[in-house]
């Protein structure tokens, strides 16, 4: 059985699902699972936000999130299962745009391999949002340029203009 | 060749369909590419959109594409301006 489940949900489509992740990842041998939920927030640089639309390049974004899995499994040992899944589309405050678990025999591993998937599924993926705000106004988000050494997939820890992540 | 454009993000917006086609020498390579969209960017899309070009990296569905790579042989690109996912 595939050890990683990758997946892109359009919003208008379905939802993402913490349960199936937690479902995904669980084995009978496994003491920890570590799952991050991130959500869409109603308030960004002072802005009230009232919704995101996220845009995807499909096809290479699921090639990156498999080969963000097989970096996860090489660090973390082939035990090591992995859900990573992210919305496409129109989101609203509180909706989920990202979800990613990983399973492992215990909790150390479990917390840093899911640590590890999200910060490069945020850093390295072709995702984008525009975040529309409770005037009206709309704005793409300012993000990590994919020019550099972060498209190798060593990215770190940064700040951009306004925001470190 | 014909290269076919697709646009994400930002720059959804600076073409119809977020799509545009360019025609190459077959050697041009993705530095070719590069300039020849930075060109076409210049006198037809505005001003902080075209600027945004800089930023942007090249790919297929594969992989990032370097400037000293070969264009794809099925003459699709996409451009992807910095990335914001999560």
């Known amino acids: 059985m595939d050890r990683h489940h990758l997946a892109v949900v359009d919003a208008a489509q379905g939802r993402l699902d913490p349960a199936a992740a937690i479902d995904f990842v669980s084995d009978p041998a496994f003491g920890g699972i570590d799952v991050f939920i991130g959500r869409v927030r109603d308030l960004n640089h002072g802005r009230k936000v009232v919704g995101i639309s996220y845009d995807l390049f499909d096809a290479l974004a699921l090639n990156g999130f498999a080969q963000i899995a097989a970096r996860a499994q090489a660090e973390f040992g082939p035990r090591l299962k992995l859900y990573i899944a992210h919305a496409k589309g129109r989101l609203a405050v509180g909706d989920l745009a990202v979800v990613i678990a990983a399973g492992t025999p215990h909790r150390d591993e479990a917390f840093r391999a899911c640590r590890m998937v999200i910060e490069a599924v945020k850093h390295e993926s072709p995702i984008w949002k525009q975040e529309h705000y409770v005037d009206g106004d709309s704005i793409w988000s300012e993000g990590c340029s994919l020019c550099g050494d972060a498209a190798d997939g060593h990215a770190a820890p940064h700040a951009h203009d306004g925001h470190a992540h | ?86």
């Open chain 2, 1 to 86: 060749m014909k290269i076919e454009i697709s646009l994400f993000g930002a720059l959804r917006e600076c073409e119809p369909d977020a799509r545009l086609q360019l025609e190459l020498a077959d050697d041009s390579g993705v530095a070719g590419l590069r300039a020849a969209l930075a060109a076409h960017a210049q006198s037809q899309w505005p001003a902080p959109r075209a600027g945004l070009l800089g930023k942007c990296a090249l790919a297929d569905e594969r992989s990032i594409l370097r400037d000293g790579d070969a264009l794809p042989v099925d003459g699709r690109v996409a451009v992807l301006p910095p990335v914001s996912g999560g």
